[in-house]
């Protein structure tokens, strides 16, 4: 296993300030690039995500045949008109579950054999949800442990439409499905149990294709489309990435007299719900400048100021997949707050990079907090945070809500195993000084570095 070992030092200070210029957004970049490499025509994305994620989609794309170019600020996507390449080797996915979920979707409509794969994280990570329905539509699928897990190896084909009740709110499930429902014959529909991000449904139309939409009880979707559809090539512009921000506006939430602006940052309501708890929990949340991208955006300029303390919040079940990459985020704010903060009905954290669930908890208790893990949430009693060393398991949203819990420590802390920040948001530490944070990276010990080098 050869994984660069880093490791953060991150060191008390009184509060955090300044304006934030986040990256652009992991979710819809992946998207933007996908369709347009469907698409027929040279699709642009402008202020894509920079991180590790998006390159392995593009790294992908490129063993599919698709050119794709960056320039400073944005990328250049030669569509293939829904004709991809069999690829010569395995596409590695590296530790993108969004990447081997989208692109299953899209594999099983071509007729030829591809095998998906990923790092040490997404080969535990599960594969089921998207060959349940792919199979259904047509398309011959296997995995490993039983059709669990990666690897996971698509002989594509004809397909049909389908209509598929998802069991989870999942939006790369849906996706997935909607990106194979293109090539199907007839209609595919994806029914939503909750409000799962609806990037996919925003960004259709800018290549052409207009889905269609009803709202179901307890706040999901049915999401209908027609094939084959070809997309035609589009100009997307990407808002800044509301998942990377929230860790500075939980933690600005949490210092008092903090005041931190992350600007030009998605507003997409259903990945905002970590402002609401934010705004519940007695911060001071203001939303600026409210405007909308040519993917079908919305965007703004969000500013949070912290209260001289936080109260706890219960979080309702139902609020979850709005903040279903933020409870990370949350959790800073959770252990600044006078009393127990709770949330339930998470259990899809278990499944993410890492068991999130129990990486915050461990991460908490290693500062001295107070955090109770249950098998859908976790239970935090607000405190000050001791020093010490701490660990991310790998996993850049748990690095990074580590990362900021630690500004408001009694002492330094260490954050081990690091480098998957660059997953997502290589700019973070650099953010984070500019907003008065005092980081540095180091490299991990020797001997760490052995053993996972061996
Ligand atoms: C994503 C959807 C979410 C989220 C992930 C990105 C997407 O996953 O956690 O980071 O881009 O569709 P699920 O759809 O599995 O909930």
Known sequence: VSRPVQRLRILPVGSLRGVLDPPGDKSITHRAVILGALAEGVTIVENPNPGADCDATLACLGLLGIECSAAAGSLTVRGAAMRWVEPDRVLDCGNSGTTLRLLSGALA?????????????LQRR????????????????????????????????????????????????????????????????????????DHTERLLPAFGIEPRIEPLAGAGRRVALTGPALPSAARVRVPGDFSSAAFFLAAAASLPGSEVEARGVSLNPTRTGLLEVLAAMGAQVTIEAERVTSGGEPLGDVTVRGPDHLEAFDVPPA?????????????????????????????????????????????????????REEADGLAVTGGVPTGGTVTSHG???????????????????????????????????TALGRLGGAASEEAGRAETAARIAG
Not at 109 to 121: T, V
Not at 155 to 168: D, E, S, T
Not at 338 to 345: A, E
Not at 355 to 364: C, E, F, S, T
């Open 395 to 429: 996993d850049h949203r748990i690095a990074m809500a580590l990362a900021l819990l630690a500004t408001r420590a009694r002492a330094p802390v260490v954050i081990e195993d690091t480098a998957s920040i660059a997953t997502s948001y290589p700019a973070f530490v």
């Open 319 to 371: 609020w979850i997949p709005r903040m279903v990459d933020e409870v990370p985020a949350w959790a800073i704010a959770a252990a600044a707050a006078r009393g127990v903060s709770r949330i339930r009905g998470a259990a899809e954290l278990r499944l993410k990079e890492s068991d999130r669930l129990a990486a915050l908890a461990g991460g908490l208790a290693g500062l001295g907090l107070a955090a």
């Open 126 to 197: 599960p594969v089921d949800r998207v060959i349940e329905p792919l199979r259904r539509m047509g398309a011959e699928l296997h995995a490993r442990d039983g059709d669990r897990r990666p690897p996971l190896v698509i002989r594509g084909g004809a397909l049909r439409g389908i209509g598929y009740r998802a069991a989870v709110p999942s939006a790369q499930v849906a996706t997935c499905v909607l990106l194979a429902g293109l090539a199907a014959a007839g209609e595919t529909t994806v029914e939503l149990p909750g409000p799962a991000r």
């Open 109 to 121: 409509a071509q007729p030829f054999l591809s095998i998906l794969a990923g790092d040490e994280s």
